[in-house]
């Protein structure tokens, strides 16, 4: 069989709410609507974790953190777990990674046969979470709201200049395959790392958002006092205190996300025009890692399972797929089975302990009754905190706090916390019986700790004496590009070029 070509376009902390059925009509994204116009549009789909390194290993492998052992932003990925590289090489496709995918741990590759770019996130386990010490801020490398005090416009910034370089590598490599040197079928992964914050943004971006209705959130900041425990240990987390946020702060950080947005589908219309240009057909896959608060409710950025952090847009456009927008909950998860069932993938020997299901049976039309399961154990958090997310309703479990259960069909901004309520006794019960039938949560708990404990010596112990860096270093083979010596000038010309017979 002919199996298809893939393209995974990735985003990093793009809020699913801005995605109600593809970009938001006030967006200037007219790639990303008319991609949305021919794909299958998963109105409400979820991260399996709600921070970088956590939610792209699940993303990657349809397990949950609590399986992959990624727990936050600095631990391991094992080299052992399978990923949709992984399954989709071992079916004959050439792999390839161009941008960001915060792999910790010596392994900087995970089944990805090529890798176009280094990462823009370290590699080593320097930003590990201590729950022996709760409260405790690491400035340097936790989040604080400086992010959006020092929002504005710049030509040029370190995540600009990362984005820069990811689209021009995947540009390149699309040239590349259309050149037909491999005759395997590809897969190329390309990940942005906008529109994460900072909240900074070129000028051609932000002014078209200088009349923007959506600058502000819509519903009002919650005070301190008022916010429940985890979303108080993310304030603290972000150091509240010491910044003075008011409305002007918070439509600039808007304006320059909304704005970054508008890059990013300036990009992804470079490679889907180079995917075009080169005649070149392939499913494509559009999806984010986790989302960002915005502002609502007085948060920012992610770590928390609020609708602006947790929700993530999904789109997939594939020849037999009927265009579509499916409001079913689904789940980051499910792309693994997805993709290995639309490429004919074998995942058969990894079923049993894989999370995700694939969509295709939902696509087209078959009732889904599973819930989509969420996982957090990382900086804010004091404990491990699970989600459900089935039919109308969310619910939160932590040990450490009291739990939510929200109805979001009656109350889209989650601001009634029905745990308490005696009319939805029976709700309450069925999903902590649910938690308690799916996770032992002091198992969960001590794997955490043992986990940052081990990493935090280790990573002390790295550090003295000499340093070998986990990061990856791309190999440029400047022997093997343009014309050198052993090459026959005649035969490289002809090859190189496409199409070759115009």
Not at 191 to 208: E, N, Q
Not at 279 to 294: K, N, P, R, T, Y
Not at 392 to 420: I, M
Request: glycine share 6%; net charge negative.
């Amino acid at each position: 069989m002919t199996r298809p070509n893939i393209l995974v376009v990735m985003v990093d902390q793009l809020n699913g709410t801005l995605f109600p059925d593809g970009p938001a009509d006030w967006l200037h994204a007219p790639n990303l609507k008319a991609l949305a116009a021919r794909s299958v549009r998963f109105a409400n789909t979820y991260t399996a974790s709600p921070l970088c390194a956590p939610a792209r290993a699940s993303f990657m492998s349809g397990q949950l953190p609590s399986q992959t052992r990624v727990y936050d932003n600095a631990a391991e990925f094992a080299s052992d777990i399978p990923t949709y590289a992984h399954h989709l090489r071992r079916a004959g496709y050439q792999t390839a990674l161009s941008g960001k995918m915060h792999f910790v741990g010596p392994d900087q590759l995970h089944g990805f046969e090529e890798r176009l770019t280094t990462d823009i996130y370290p590699a080593d386990f320097g930003w590990t979470p201590d729950y022996r010490r709760p409260g405790e801020r690491i400035d340097w490398w936790y989040h604080n709201l400086g992010s959006v005090t020092g929002a504005g416009v710049a030509e040029i910034t370190n995540q600009l200049e990362y984005d820069d370089e990811v689209a021009f590598h995947a540009v390149q490599k699309l040239y590349d395959l259309a050149r037909g040197k491999d005759a395997r079928p590809w897969c190329l992964t390309v990940s942005f790392t906008h529109p994460h914050d900072p909240y900074v943004a070129r000028r051609k971006y932000w002014d078209l958002y200088e009349a923007c209705d959506h600058l502000l959130p819509e519903g009002p900041a919650l005070t301190y006092e008022d916010q429940d425990p985890h979303a108080q240990r993310l304030l603290d987390a972000s150091d509240w205190r010491n910044f003075d946020i008011g409305k002007d702060e918070i439509r600039r950080a808007r304006r320059a996300y909304f704005a970054n947005i508008s890059y990013l589908d300036d990009k992804i219309g470079e490679i889907l025009g180079a995917l075009e240009a080169t005649c070149q057909e392939a499913i494509v896959v559009f999806v984010s890692d986790h989302g960002d608060m915005l502002g609502e409710r007085g948060l920012w950025f992610k770590m928390s399972f609020f609708e602006g952090s947790a929700r993530v847009p999904l789109m997939i456009a594939a020849p037999g797929l009927e265009p579509q927008r499916i409001d079913d909950s689904v789940s980051t998860l499910d792309v693994v089975p997805t993709l290995c069932a639309l490429a004919d993938a074998n995942i058969q020997d990894v079923l049993s302990w894989t999370t995700g299901e694939s969509l295709l049976g939902l696509i087209h039309g078959e009732p889904r009754e599973t819930p989509v399961l969420m996982e957090y154990a990382a900086e804010g958090s004091i404990a491990p905190m699970v989600c459900i997310r089935s039919g109308p309703y969310k619910y939160v479990h932590c040990p450490a706090d009291p739990p939510q259960l929200f109805d979001l069909v009656n109350d889209p901004d989650e601001r009634v916390n029905l745990a308490g309520d005696p009319d939805h006794a029976a709700a309450a019960r069925m999903f902590a019986e649910d938690v308690a039938r799916r996770w032992n949560m002091e198992s969960f708990d001590a794997a955490v700790r043992e986990s940052q404990a081990r990493r935090l010596v280790v990573y002390e112990a790295l550090r003295n004496g000499a340093y070998f860096p986990w990061d990856y270093q791309p190999l440029a083979r400047a022997s093997e590009r343009y014309m050198r010596n052993h090459m026959d000038l005649n035969i490289l010309e002809e090859t190189q070029r496409y199409p070759r017979g115009e």
